[in-house]
């Protein structure tokens, strides 16, 4: 994560993460990232996997969706509500959502209870869409900027390389 924010010019996604110090998955977020986040403008996108959110095995499959409003919580509280946003991995967890959160169709639920937290109208928009849209929009003007100056690499990766090199394969 942090090689990444050394050298992009461009704000990152962190797609599918929670937040390390609520759950210490090292798919999550850790605070010194988060941190230089705000510099770089990009965002993080909450992930929906209850072992992203909850990582105590006893209680995962009792997780609900006010898990999700928590670590949505610690990262505004932490750096603002300008770098969170919702990145559900509803195709990609196997039906391992908190309850209340099992499909876009509760969506409503978790807006209400960031609501009750009290989050504004234009928080929830950010939340909700407004930042992923916010970072796009800047990774598109960079791509502009840097398409003059780097070319893409063509080289292709061969196959043996990358089946004996786990570095280029995610365990996912």
């Known amino acids: 994560m942090h090689a990444v924010l050394n050298v992009s010019r461009a704000p990152v996604i962190f797609s599918h993460s929670c937040v390390y110090s609520i759950c210490n998955n090292s798919r999550n977020v850790p605070d010194d990232v988060l941190d230089r986040l705000p510099a770089n403008g990009g965002v993080v996108m909450m992930n929906f996997f209850i072992v992203f959110l909850n990582c105590d095995p006893a209680t995962q499959a009792k997780t609900s969706f006010l898990k999700v409003a928590d670590h949505i919580d610690y990262i505004k509280n932490r750096i603002g509500v300008d770098y969170v946003g919702l990145g559900s991995d509803f195709d990609g967890v196997g039906g391992a959502t908190p309850i209340g959160l099992e499909d876009v169709s509760k969506y409503p639920i978790l807006v209400a209870e960031l609501i009750k937290r009290g989050y504004s109208d234009v928080d929830i928009a950010k939340v909700v869409g407004g930042n992923l849209l916010r970072v796009f929009s800047k990774v598109e003007s ?28 995610s365990s996912y």
């Open 142 to 169: 960079v791509s502009y900027v840097l398409e003059d100056e780097l070319q893409p690499d063509e080289n292709l990766i061969s196959f043996d390389f990358a089946s004996v090199n786990d570095s280029c394969r």
